[in-house]
């Protein structure tokens, strides 16, 4: 903003602040509970909050690396894209703060929600990404520049209490909507779950009599049903059998090395399995002429499984081929090849995506290094619940219709998030140029407040901004 309000100034932090100072060394912590409270910045949330879950302890003493009411935290080292996130300490609770912190601590007359607001309004709107060094994989603001190059716009005392009561109340009523559309986000999840459970267990479609029985169709493919496990109750005409009876050849994908400048065939991987589909806007190739088998091209009707991941929640992630992309997979997936006769892809994704069947890929997951694996030895076996093959066709028709439902609604929801989170900047660009509330001609100006405080640091000189690395 070029012009200020009527009353307003320009100060830099240290014109504002009696003390500017980093932490502790962040090595000296522990986990057990035992020792002082500290706070790192992950315990400053997007919207400018102290959020106190997941505290360590200082297992020496803090000293004087500890936070009183008022003082404003400010993440100095952190990825690039998280360094510079404020909020103020507006708790009387005994906690220190670490080296990947500076605290601020205001002069007489500075609101410190006012500050905090500002300077994480400035993070967010990439107002301090100039100031941002990078070292060794990780960013940083040091706290000399946060003080003496970081430049603020200073209301009167009075405003800045204002304005500060302005903003929580309109971010109170954004708080309590995306409440609500997080809740409504839970709710689809659990819509999705119930439609895939009633899909797997014949409860979604009426069952038609005419329908050739799954047993017969496993007969004549010379496979064999199995008894059915403690999972969901299906209909009679369905039938049980392992996954492996419903494939003509499974394995493991290709382990040629892929990027995006190469030119030869697509591989697909992890990412390119979403939601249930094949998703190809982050394809990676193989080399030009690289030795990729034939018989790895995916063809209509198959299937593809996550095997591997560092997180169990995509373990047996799966989607099916629906039609020709021309593309290899990566060794990390596993491709059963189905036989359509039997058994629609689409179908059977939807079966190993559904919650018992979810347990059961989870349960199956070997953890090693880290990572969490299934086996084509793990899968072959699975049990699966077959509906007739005129039946599949049905809920698969079915489950799309109301997928499509409920990802409509999931987009408004995400598309809701995104207006508001564009709402909370607008909301502090306002109250930082001086139009979220109106000002008070007989309110003291900001240049009489900052000439008092000049005044009172020359009358007490021990109170000057203390940097970090200096002696305390």
Same mark, same amino acid.
């Given at each position: 903003?070029?012009?200020?309000?009527?009353?307003?100034?320009?100060?830099?932090?240290?014109?504002?602040?009696?003390?500017?100072?980093?932490?502790?060394?962040?090595?000296?912590?522990?986990?057990?509970?035992?020792?002082?409270?500290?706070?790192?910045?992950?315990?400053?949330?997007?919207?400018?909050?102290?959020?106190?879950?997941?505290?360590?302890?200082?297992?020496?003493?803090?000293?004087?690396?500890?936070?009183?009411?008022?003082?404003?935290?400010?993440?100095?080292?952190?990825?690039?894209?998280?360094?510079?996130?404020?909020?103020?300490?507006l708790s009387h609770e005994l906690v220190a703060f670490s080296n990947h912190m500076t605290r601020v601590r205001l002069a007489d007359g500075m609101v410190?929600?006012?500050?905090?607001?500002?300077?994480?309004?400035?993070?967010?709107?990439?107002?301090?990404?100039?100031?941002?060094?990078?070292?060794?994989?990780?960013?940083?603001?040091?706290?000399?520049?946060?003080?003496?190059?970081?430049?603020?716009?200073?209301?009167?005392?009075?405003?800045?209490?204002?304005?500060?009561?302005?903003?929580?109340?309109?971010?109170?009523?954004?708080?309590?909507?995306?409440?609500?559309?997080?809740?409504?986000?839970?709710?689809?999840?659990?819509? =999705?779950?119930?439609? !895939?459970?009633? @899909? +797997?267990?014949? #409860?979604?479609?009426?069952?038609? %009599? *005419?329908?050739?029985?799954?047993?017969?169709?496993?007969?004549?493919?010379?496979?064999?049903?199995?008894?059915?496990?403690?999972?969901?109750?299906?209909?009679?005409?369905w039938a049980w059998c392992a996954l492996g009876s419903l494939a003509r050849g499974a394995g493991y994908g290709t382990s040629v090395k892929c990027g995006?400048?190469?030119?030869?065939?697509?591989?697909?991987?992890?990412?390119?399995?979403?939601?249930?589909?094949?998703?190809?806007?982050?394809?990676?190739?193989?080399?030009?002429?690289?030795?990729?088998?034939?018989?790895?091209?995916?063809?209509?009707?198959?299937?593809?499984?996550?095997?591997?991941?560092?997180?169990?929640?995509?373990?047996?992630?799966?989607?099916?081929?629906?039609?020709?992309?021309?593309?290899?997979?990566?060794?990390?997936?596993? =491709?059963?090849?189905? !036989?359509?006769? @039997? +058994?629609?892809? #689409?179908?059977?994704?939807?079966? %190993? *995506?559904?919650?018992?069947?979810?347990?059961?890929?989870?349960?199956?997951?070997?953890?090693?290094?880290?990572?969490?694996?299934?086996?084509?030895?793990?899968?072959?076996?699975?049990?699966?619940?077959?509906?007739?093959?005129?039946?599949?066709?049905?809920?698969?028709?079915?489950?799309?219709?109301?997928?499509?439902?409920?990802?409509?609604?999931?987009?408004?929801?995400?598309?809701?998030?995104?207006?508001?989170?564009?709402?909370?900047?607008?909301?502090?660009?306002?109250?930082?140029?001086?139009?979220?509330?109106?000002?008070?001609?007989?309110?003291?100006?900001?240049?009489?407040?900052?000439?008092?405080?000049?005044?009172?640091?020359?009358?007490?000189?021990k109170a000057k901004p203390r940097r970090a690395g200096a002696k305390a």
């Amino acid at each position: 903003m070029s012009e200020l309000p009527q009353g307003w100034a320009k100060a830099y932090v240290s014109d504002v602040a009696v003390d500017v100072s980093s932490g502790f060394a962040s090595g000296i912590h522990n986990a057990d509970g035992v020792g002082v409270p500290h706070l790192r910045p992950m315990n400053v949330n997007r919207n400018g909050e102290i959020d106190m879950a997941k505290l360590k302890y200082v297992a020496a003493d803090a000293g004087d690396r500890r936070l009183t009411f008022g003082d404003v935290l400010f993440n100095n080292t952190n990825s690039p894209a998280l360094v510079g996130k404020s909020a103020p300490y507006l708790s009387h609770e005994l906690v220190a703060f670490s080296n990947h912190m500076t605290r601020v601590r205001l002069a007489d007359g500075m609101v410190p929600s006012f500050v905090a607001r500002q300077l994480h309004h400035l993070w967010a709107s990439g107002g301090l990404s100039h100031l941002i060094s990078n070292h060794v994989n990780q960013a940083s603001i040091a706290s000399s520049r946060l003080a003496d190059d970081v430049r603020l716009c200073v209301a009167p005392t009075a405003e800045q209490g204002q304005i500060v009561v302005a903003i929580e109340e309109a971010f109170s009523k954004l708080d309590a909507g995306e409440a609500g559309l997080r809740t409504v986000r839970q709710l689809l999840k659990r819509m =999705r779950d119930a439609v !895939l459970a009633a @899909a +797997v267990s014949g #409860r979604l479609v009426p069952q038609d %009599l *005419t329908d050739t029985p799954a047993t017969n169709v496993l007969a004549d493919l010379g496979a064999q049903s199995i008894n059915p496990p403690l999972g969901p109750s299906v209909p009679r005409t369905w039938a049980w059998c392992a996954l492996g009876s419903l494939a003509r050849g499974a394995g493991y994908g290709t382990s040629v090395k892929c990027g995006y400048e190469e030119t030869g065939i697509g591989v697909l991987r992890i990412p390119n399995v979403q939601r249930g589909a094949l998703d190809l806007g982050d394809l990676k190739r193989a080399p030009s002429g690289a030795p990729i088998d034939a018989e790895l091209l995916l063809k209509p009707g198959d299937l593809l499984i996550v095997r591997t991941n560092g997180s169990r929640d995509l373990i047996g992630r799966c989607a099916p081929v629906t039609s020709e992309v021309g593309c290899s997979f990566a060794s990390y997936l596993i =491709r059963f090849r189905t !036989l359509v006769n @039997a +058994v629609d892809a #689409r179908f059977l994704s939807m079966l %190993l *995506t559904a919650p018992w069947w979810r347990g059961e890929l989870e349960s199956a997951a070997a953890s090693s290094a880290g990572q969490y694996n299934l086996s084509l030895r793990t899968l072959i076996p699975l049990p699966v619940a077959l509906p007739p093959l005129e039946e599949q066709a049905r809920i698969v028709a079915e489950v799309e219709r109301h997928m499509s439902f409920i990802d409509a609604c999931g987009r408004a929801v995400d598309a809701a998030l995104v207006r508001s989170a564009a709402l909370r900047r607008s909301i502090l660009k306002s109250a930082f140029e001086g139009r979220l509330v109106p000002q008070d001609p007989t309110d003291e100006p900001a240049s009489v407040l900052l000439e008092r405080i000049r005044d009172e640091r020359a009358a007490a000189p021990k109170a000057k901004p203390r940097r970090a690395g200096a002696k305390a």
